[in-house]
Nanobody, 122 residues
């Protein structure tokens, strides 16, 4: 029922920047708890990149700390990932997820986007 749509992926040069966005839509969304970014490189498992709580507390993977910034806009139901100083090792499919509270539903549910490709060339 809740749909997450990602955008902003593409090709960047090493040292360049990209900004990913992920917006949630659904008529019965009451609130969104944590918002998260994950990535999956070819031949590897999906790994956490960054997370942000409803209070604005953030967490980052060690290899992106200082280069990536996660933020959220609650009014737009959107999470962003600003990626600076990109490295070829950042090449992966990036996925967003959100813990969504729906109207008339007791428990929240984690929803996932479809993923967006990020490719960083040397």
């Amino acid at each position: 029922q809740v749909q997450l749509v990602e955008s902003g992926g593409g090709l960047a040069q090493a040292g360049g920047s990209l900004r990913l966005s992920c917006s949630a839509s659904g008529s019965d969304i009451y609130a969104i708890n944590d918002m998260n970014w994950y990535r999956q490189a070819p031949g590897k498992q999906r790994e956490s990149v960054a997370s942000i709580t409803s209070d604005g507390n953030t967490n980052y993977a060690d290899d992106v700390k200082g280069r990536f910034t996660i933020s959220r806009d609650n009014a737009k139901r959107t999470v962003y990932l600003q990626m600076n100083s990109l490295k070829p090792e950042d090449t992966a499919v990036y996925y967003c997820s959100m813990d969504v509270v729906r109207i008339m539903v007791f428990r929240s549910s984690v929803c996932w986007g479809q993923g967006t490709q990020v490719t960083v060339s040397s």
